[in-house]
Nanobody, 122 residues
Framework: QEQLEESGGGLVQAGGSLRLHCAAS????????MGWFRQAPGKEREFVAA????????YYADSVKGRFTISRDNAGNTVYLQMNSLKPEDTAVYYC???????????????WGQGTQVTVSS
């Protein structure tokens, strides 16, 4: 059974950093793009970042560009999100996803994780 499992969320002060980790299992995800989304309370889920494959093209939402970095291990089954200079508005549940790179930004993903909470205090 295919599964994406996130970890690394937590509470951090504004200006701090966190690194999210997503482990994929149940099949080979190296041919899938993998990415991150987030959903803040009372808001719709939004795209954060995606990487086509390990070392491949990346795409970021404007709100995180220059602060967040997505990366994958060589096998392609683990994806990370390094988050620096965190702001209170980054507070959300962060979801890992896998799918086709060209449509991922629209939220059209084949697989989703359960999410991990990130809270940034001011």
């Amino acid at each position: 059974q295919e599964q994406l499992e996130e970890s690394g969320g937590g509470l951090v002060q504004a200006g701090g950093s966190l690194r999210l980790h997503c482990a994929a299992s149940g099949r080979t995800f190296s041919t899938y793009a993998m990415g991150w989304f987030r959903q803040a309370p009372g808001k719709e889920r939004e795209f954060v970042a995606a990487e086509r494959y390990s070392g491949g093209s990346t795409y970021y939402a404007d709100s995180v560009k220059g602060r967040f970095t997505i990366s994958r291990d060589n096998a392609g089954n683990t994806v990370y999100l390094q988050m620096n200079s965190l702001k209170p508005e980054d507070t959300a549940v962060y979801y890992c996803a896998a799918g086709q790179f060209t449509v991922m930004r629209r939220g059209e993903c084949d697989y989703w994780g359960q999410g991990t909470q990130v809270t940034v205090s001011s």
